[in-house]
Every structure is written in C-alpha cells, then in structure tokens.
C-alpha cells in the first residue's frame, strides 16, 4: 500500500453559525483564484453562535491576500497531514492502526475515496507529532 503522505498547512477561519456564514469567507478567496482539495466545517459548541472553517491549499499571492483579509490563517494548534493512496477496502482502518501502533493521537480525521485514489487528512496536536505521523505512513505496506 504505497502512500503520498506530506505535512499539509491548512489554514482555518472563524465564522458566523448561520446561513452563508462559511460562503462569506469562501467567495472572496474563489474570486481570488483560490482551488481548494479540502474544506471543512463545523459549528462549535463551545463558542455558541460561532463555528470553524479549515481549508487546503491556500495558495498563490491573491488567495494568501484575500484569505487573510476575511481573517483566514495559519492555525498555531492545528498540525496537518496529507494522505493519498489507491483506495482499498480497509485503507482508512490501517492508517488508523499504523498511528494507535506509533502512539500518536489525532484530534481528527476526514478520509474520502474517489474513483480509485482515496484522500485524508489528520489533524495531530503538535509539530512533532504531525513528522512522526508522516514517517509512520510512509513505511505503511
């Protein structure tokens, strides 16, 4: 099971828990040029009225600009890694797997298979957790 796996730096935004909320920060960045392979959103309940929008790539100088202008960035808490690989029936669990064997915990997870590639990604909660990730499912067969 070869993988393409690679720290991915997403990028994340707050925003307003109704309707058009994550359409408000997405618009100005596709007006920009921007082509995401991920977004994800969710509402916190920790923070009524609120939610969050994570978001990969943002790339190229108008999309950086236009990001940052409806208050995207670079989360400080948030360490990303990038899986790509043939879709198989029990790749997702074996990924799983190969980080509860490593020791590490992730804070999430998203996986989605399309024709025959998969994508995922892991949020880990450190730096140093993220490159051991990426060299646990680098080894992965």
Do not use: C, H
Not at 7 to 12: F, G, L, P
Not at 87 to 101: E, I, N, S
Not at 104 to 133: C, H, N, P, Q
């Amino acid at each position: 099971m070869a993988l393409n796996v690679k720290r991915a730096e997403v990028w994340a935004v707050t925003i307003e828990d109704r309707a058009g909320g994550a359409a408000d920060k997405l618009e100005p960045l596709a007006r920009a040029g921007a082509n995401f392979e991920f977004v994800f959103t969710r509402r916190t309940p920790e923070n009524p009225g609120k939610g969050l929008l994570v978001a990969y790539p943002v790339k190229g100088a108008k999309a950086v600009r236009a990001a940052q202008e409806v208050g995207f960035a670079k989360p400080i808490d948030m360490f990303s890694v990038r899986i790509e690989g043939s879709d198989k029936p029990g790749v997702t669990a074996a990924v799983a797997r190969a980080l509860a064997q490593a020791g590490l915990s992730f804070r999430g997870m998203s996986a989605t298979g399309v024709g025959k590639k998969f994508i995922s990604f892991v949020a880990l909660d450190s730096e140093a957790d993220a490159l051991r990730a990426v060299a646990v499912l680098k080894k992965l067969r």
